[in-house]
T-cell receptor, first 111, second 113 residues
Framework: TQLLEQSPQFLSIQEGENLTVYCNSS?????LQWYRQEPGEGPVLLVT?????EVKKLKRLTFQFGDARKDSSLHITAAQPGDTGLYLC???????????FGKGTLLTVNP | NAGVTQTPKFQVLKTGQSMTLQCAQD?????MYWYRQDPGMGLRLIYY???????DKGEVPNGYNVSRLNKREFSLRLESAAPSQTSVYFC????????????FGSGTRLTVV
């Protein structure tokens, strides 16, 4: 059983469209992070959310942590080809900061 | 540039051979982690070291051993490689209290034939 379920698994859109990626669990996380990974590279941290209901914005990216700290979403406005990549959510249980990762959403933004 | 350095980047092993994957970070981070990434499986934790001198098993530790040589270095050893260990291996590190994010290396792509 996957602790963190990400949806959709694949997403192919045109430049300029908006999109939302979801990360859901039945577990409560002390913090949740979003990473982006490009081919041949390691994941790169985008944001960390720690408070239930928290919303963070990073330029065209908006991240939300659910009130119960069990789920999160990533919304991209006016997607660009440079946004193409694998988006991973990862949750930390307790205080040891061991991260459990979702399987990821592979986003392709076509020019 | 500061970060996590992994060596080698690519490796092909024959079944039964052994090898050590090296990882070093220069950010004075306390915690270090080894993950493997497989298609359809995501990133899975193999071993981690919360601080220098300690190591613990993760989700998939069988067939692996680790050594936290000092604060900077955390190595992963395959004693007798198996085809099921074909994967991309990532090392990551994390700073101290309140520092949530991981910094990942660029990975080692290992093929066991």
């Amino acid at each position: 059983t996957q602790l963190l379920e990400q949806s959709p698994q694949f997403l192919s859109i045109q430049e300029g469209e908006n999109l939302t990626v979801y990360c859901n669990s039945s577990s409560v996380f002390s913090s949740l992070q979003w990473y982006r990974q490009e081919p041949g590279e390691g994941p790169v941290l985008l944001v960390t959310v720690v408070t239930g209901g928290e919303v963070k914005k990073l330029k065209r990216l908006t991240f939300q942590f659910g009130d119960a700290r069990k789920d999160s979403s990533l919304h991209i406005t006016a997607a660009q080809p440079g946004d193409t990549g694998l988006y991973l959510c990862a949750g930390a249980l307790g205080s040891n900061y061991k991260l459990t990762f979702g399987k990821g959403t592979l986003l392709t933004v076509n020019p | 540039n500061a970060g996590v350095t992994q060596t080698p980047k690519f490796q092909v092993l024959k079944t039964g051979q052994s090898m050590t994957l090296q990882c070093a970070q220069d950010m004075n981070h306390n915690s270090m982690y080894w993950y493997r990434q497989d298609p359809g499986m995501g990133l899975r934790l193999i071993y981690y070291s919360a601080s220098e001198g300690t190591t613990d098993k993760g989700e998939v530790p069988n067939g692996y051993n680790v050594s936290r040589l000092n604060k900077r270095e955390f190595s992963l050893r395959l004693e007798s490689a198996a085809p099921s260990q074909t994967s991309v291996y990532f090392c990551a590190s994390r700073g101290g209290r309140g520092a949530y994010g991981y910094t990942f290396g660029s990975g080692t792509r290992l093929t066991v034939v």
